[in-house]
């Protein structure tokens, strides 16, 4: 607002220019519809009534102050602008600028911006609502110390640190909602995501955790994959379940495996297994533990649903399988004793089958053959003893004797009719039977059968 005193006289419409100005500083006279106590008023200094004019901003519109109209003249003793544009204010400035300021403004704003700023802020700015349609700085940018830091020199952003030591360096607990990315296709170097746990002798390592759907199971609400001491731990909240040690070994149910692959299951009266699956078939192997009672393994083959056995094959594809030796030397090599135990109803066959595919019966059939591994002599041969309710019933000794052991009963010969004796194929001399057509014992002797009694 202007300040003029009176002696001077304006008519409406006229222009306030420096040459009237300057005039009505000295004596003025206004009209008496110059003042209208709304664009303008009259006011008393110094004890004299009515001695000075207050131009209010309603009643500056545009152009009615000139180019350089005012120069260091002051405007309500604490304004002054000066022939350059600058405007200074010893009190503030209070009111609404519309349009656009150009040149540097030094000092606090309270209120709104509304337009470009172009130029250096320097200070603080407090409150205030909208957007940055284009913002473009330079130099360093610092919000409440360590709330954001951007680092202009090494090109770094700092959120909670006031000196970011990456590009990105967040100090605290952060939130992405949506997919994080780290690296692109193609990049060189690859994307790297490290996650650092405690200091020196800490237990506790980087973790990750997934968290399950809050409103699909109440058990475990999440899942997690950290680093402990010197392992790596994949599991549910409050469990382990599988564990990958220093060593490169695995453990499923334990923190500590032993071997390349170790499956352990604390539970009483049950069995740990592993299932292998295919369509409708399952390889399990399991381990079975019950306190007082005869701890064994398992191979079973079965079908899925575990309600049937399914044929075992070993060693489809051809090679050897050793029992109690690594290094078999036949289809199975047994190192120790083997038991067949013959259980089933009294009408089913259980026993040993050795079948031949060969098409020569003597050098194709097949054999039950005694040697002798060790390394020092065998007195006698090696002998092939047969044997039933512990004790030997059929012995075939090194030399070929034969030795057939009872004291309730005899040997009994192949027995049949003539007709069936005569149909023999090839027999060979020395072959007996008992002709129970004649009820006679036959020897076959020099190409014929003879009756040998």
């Known amino acids: 607002m202007g300040v003029l005193t009176t002696g001077y006289t304006f008519s409406t419409g006229d222009q306030v220019t420096a040459s009237r100005l300057n005039a009505a500083v000295s004596s003025s006279t206004f009209q008496p ?69 150009t040149g540097n403004v030094t000092g606090n704003i309270t209120g709104n911006v509304t337009g470009d700023v172009t130029g250096n802020i320097t200070g603080n700015v407090t409150g205030g609502t909208g957007s940055f349609t284009t913002l473009a700085a330079s130099g360093d940018v610092t919000f409440d110390t360590t709330t954001l830091k951007v680092d202009s020199t090494n090109n770094r952003v700092g959120i909670g640190t006031a000196s970011p030591a990456v590009p990105l360096d967040v100090n605290g607990s952060a939130r992405v909602v949506g997919t994080f990315f780290v690296g692109t296709d193609d990049t060189d170097p ?91 078939q399952r390889l399990v192997l399991g381990s079975y533990f019950e306190s007082g009672v005869a701890q064994y393994s398992t191979i079973q083959s079965t079908n899925n649903a575990e309600t049937g056995a399914q044929s075992l094959a070993l060693q489809p594809d051809g090679g050897n399988v050793g029992i109690g030796t690594a290094t078999p030397s036949r289809l199975l090599t047994v190192a120790g004793d083997v038991e067949v135990n013959v259980v089933g109803s009294s009408n089913t066959s259980k026993g040993i089958v050795i079948n031949s595919s060969g098409t020569n019966f003597e050098s194709d059939a097949g054999i039950i053959q005694a040697t002798h591994a060790g390394t020092g002599s065998l007195t006698g041969g090696y002998w092939l003893k047969f044997n039933a309710n512990s004790a030997d019933k059929f012995t075939v000794r090194g030399d070929g004797r034969t030795e057939i052991s009872s004291t309730t009963g005899g040997v009994i010969m192949p027995r049949m009719t003539t007709t069936q004796m005569n149909a023999i194929s090839s027999p060979a001399n020395g072959e007996m039977i008992y002709n129970t057509t004649d009820n006679k014992f036959y020897g076959y002797a020099n190409g014929a059968w003879v009756a040998l009694h």
Do not use: C, M, W
């Open 190 to 280: 690859h994307g790297l995501l490290e996650v650092y746990g405690g200091g020196t002798g800490q237990n506790e390592g980087g973790e990750i955790k997934l968290r399950t759907a809050a409103d699909f199971d109440s058990t475990y609400d999440h899942y997690f994959i950290d680093a402990h001491q010197d392992d790596l731990r994949i599991g549910r909240s409050g469990s382990a379940d599988v564990v990958l040690n220093s060593s490169g070994n695995v453990g499923i149910g334990t923190a500590t495996p032993e071997h390349s692959l170790s499956v352990f299951k604390d539970s009483a009266a049950a069995r740990t297994e592993i299932g292998i699956d295919n369509t409708d």
């Open 33 to 101: 519809d110059a003042v209208d106590n709304i664009t303008t008023q009259l006011i008393s200094v110094g004890g004299v009534s009515n001695s000075k004019i207050v131009v209010k901003d309603l009643g500056i519109t545009q152009d009615k102050i000139a180019s350089d109209a005012v120069g260091t003249n002051q405007l309500a003793n604490d304004v002054v602008i000066s022939t350059s544009g600058s405007i200074t204010t010893t009190s503030g400035f209070t009111g609404s600028v519309t349009g656009n300021v």
